[in-house]
T-cell receptor, first 110, second 114 residues
Framework: GQQLNQSPQSMFIQEGEDVSMNCTSS?????WLWYKQDPGEGPVLLIA?????ELTSNGRLTAQFGITRKDSFLNISASIPSDVGIYFC??????????FGQGTRLTINP | NAGVTQTPKFQVLKTGQSMTLQCAQD?????MSWYRQDPGMGLRLIHY???????DQGEVPNGYNVSRSTTEDFPLRLLSAAPSQTSVYFC?????????????FGPGTRLTVL
C-alpha cells in the first residue's frame, strides 16, 4: 500500500530557531495536509495543499506541495514554546482515504 | 457546538471482552471515520461512513465493526478484544468526502487490552 516517510522522527531545538520537516513517498498524491497534535488531543489541521508547486503560509508556518507530487515540506519560523507537539503529514491519492506519515515530535528548549 | 466527542477517554479491557467506543458530532457532517494511532506510526483508517446507513472498510478493519444509524453517531465495536488492539482511537468528521480542510478529530480514546 501507499506509504509516507516523514523525517525527522524527532527534533530538539532552542526557542527562536526555525524548523523544517518533510514527507516523501514513492506514490503520487493529489492533496497534502499537515496536522499538529498536542498531548492528549486529536490532530488539528494546520495547512492544506491542493496543487503541485503550491506554497501556502499560515502565520509562522509555511508548507509546500512538491512539484513531483511525491513530497511536501513544512517550515516553522521563530519557534515558540507552544509549537511543541507532534506534526503529521498526510496525503490523499484518491478513494477518499488519507495516508499519514509517522509524525515528527518537536521539543523546544526555552 | 461541541464538535466531535468521544467516550470513554480511557478504557482497560481483558482479552476477549467486547466494548463499544462512542463517537458523536453535532456539526451535521456526512462523513465520519475511525482511526487508530500506534507509537511511531501515523494514524491508520479502520472504518469510515459517507452518510447514515453507509459504512465501508479502511486500511485495518479486522476485529472492528461499525454502524451508522444516525448522522450524529458513529460507534466502533470491538467484538473480542485482543492485546494487538491496544492503541489510541480517534474519531473524525467532515462535511463531505472531499472536504478535508474542514475535518475535525475528537480527543481520542486510549484503550489498553490486557
Amino acid at each position: 500500500g501507499q506509504q509516507l516517510n516523514q523525517s525527522p522522527q524527532s527534533m530538539f531545538i532552542q526557542e527562536g530557531e526555525d524548523v523544517s520537516m518533510n514527507c516523501t513517498s514513492s506514490s503520487i498524491f493529489n492533496t497534502w495536509l499537515w496536522y499538529k497534535q498536542d498531548p492528549g488531543e486529536g490532530p488539528v489541521l494546520l495547512i492544506a495543499l491542493y496543487k503541485a508547486g503550491e506554497l501556502t503560509s499560515n502565520g509562522r508556518l509555511t508548507a509546500q506541495f512538491g512539484i513531483t507530487r511525491k513530497d511536501s515540506f513544512l517550515n516553522i519560523s521563530a519557534s515558540i514554546p507552544s509549537d511543541v507537539g507532534i506534526y503529521f503529514c498526510a496525503g490523499l491519492a484518491g478513494a477518499q482515504k488519507l495516508v499519514f506519515g509517522q509524525g515528527t515530535r518537536l521539543t523546544i528548549n526555552p | 457546538n461541541a464538535g466531535v466527542t468521544q467516550t470513554p477517554k480511557f478504557q482497560v479491557l481483558k482479552t476477549g471482552q467486547s466494548m463499544t467506543l462512542q463517537c458523536a458530532q453535532d456539526m451535521n457532517h456526512e462523513y465520519m471515520s475511525w482511526y487508530r494511532q500506534d507509537p511511531g506510526m501515523g494514524l491508520r483508517l479502520i472504518h469510515y461512513s459517507v452518510g447514515a446507513g453507509i459504512t465501508d472498510q479502511g486500511e485495518v478493519p479486522n476485529g472492528y465493526n461499525v454502524s451508522r444509524s444516525t448522522t450524529e453517531d458513529f460507534p466502533l465495536r470491538l467484538l473480542s478484544a485482543a492485546p494487538s488492539q491496544t492503541s489510541v482511537y480517534f474519531c473524525a468528521s467532515r462535511p463531505g468526502a472531499d472536504s478535508y480542510n474542514e475535518q475535525f478529530f475528537g480527543p481520542g480514546t486510549r484503550l489498553t487490552v490486557l
